[in-house]
């Protein structure tokens, strides 16, 4: 069973950093595409971006929104998906979800809450 | 960016009856592979996404037969044959062709 786990979301001040973790499990991990989606309070479901596979060419894509301020990296070897956020705004507070595939299979989210 | 536009916003449906959910695509899904990248997912209060409907019509993993997706182009339909409790929730489009990869804004499926 496919499992992807989100952790590192908190509360930071606007203009702080957060590092976001997913870690996976049964799945070939270094073949998959692997995405974070973001979900503000009460708002719909929104794209930041995706990495392909190390095979693939490990291209990753960003939202216009998160480009400059996000960045996406993957570690095949611990099977973990990053997403490393700066500059962060008081729009940027959301639950943050990683995805695997289309995405197909998601974790269960982790909050991050930028507030003074 | 593609916009994806879902209507209804909402909609109200008795245990039993038929439920459909349009999509349009401001560009055209179609790839040059010829597949079309349009997806579907089911967000139940408080939970993550779950993928239904890829590629258009093809239903995921576990996804009962009641959840079928049609469509071409720029339109598309997902249609509950059926609706059961279960099937609460807020339904989402997604285009998954060009980046950024966008959703539509979400129809709420209350019983």
């Known amino acids: 069973e496919v499992q992807l786990e989100e952790s590192g979301g908190g509360l930071v001040k606007p203009g702080g950093s957060l590092r976001l973790s997913c870690v996976g499990s049964?799945?070939?991990?270094?073949?998959?595409?692997l995405n974070w989606v973001r979900q503000a309070p009460g708002k719909g479901l929104e794209w930041i971006g995706r990495?392909?596979?190390?095979?693939?060419?490990?291209?990753?894509d960003y939202t216009a929104s998160v480009k400059g301020r996000f960045s996406i990296s993957r570690d095949d070897s611990r099977q973990t998906l990053y997403l490393e956020m700066n500059s962060l705004r008081v729009e940027d507070t959301a639950i943050y979800y990683c995805?695997?595939?289309?995405?197909?299979?998601w974790g269960q989210g982790t909050q991050v809450t930028v507030s003074t | 960016d593609v916009v994806m536009t879902q209507t209804p916003v909402s909609l109200s449906v008795t245990p039993g009856q038929a439920a459909s959910i349009s999509c349009k695509s401001s560009?055209?899904?179609?790839?040059?592979?010829?597949?079309?990248?349009l997806y579907w997912y089911l967000q139940k209060s408080g939970q993550s996404p779950q993928l239904l409907i890829y590629?258009?019509?093809s239903r995921f993993s576990g996804v009962p037969d009641r959840f079928s997706g049609s469509g071409s182009g720029t339109d598309f339909t997902l249609k509950i044959s059926r609706v059961e409790a279960e099937d609460v929730g807020v339904y989402y489009c997604?285009?998954?062709?060009?980046?950024?990869?966008?959703f539509g804004q979400g129809t709420k499926v209350e019983i």
């Open positions: 990495i392909k596979s190390s095979l693939d060419g490990g291209t990753v």
């Open positions: 995805g695997s595939g289309y995405p197909d299979r």
């Open positions: 560009q055209s899904l179609l790839s040059r592979d010829g597949k079309t990248y």
């Open positions: 590629e258009v019509s």
């Open positions: 049964g799945l070939i991990f270094k073949k998959a595409w």
């Open positions: 997604m285009q998954g062709l060009f980046v950024p990869r966008t």
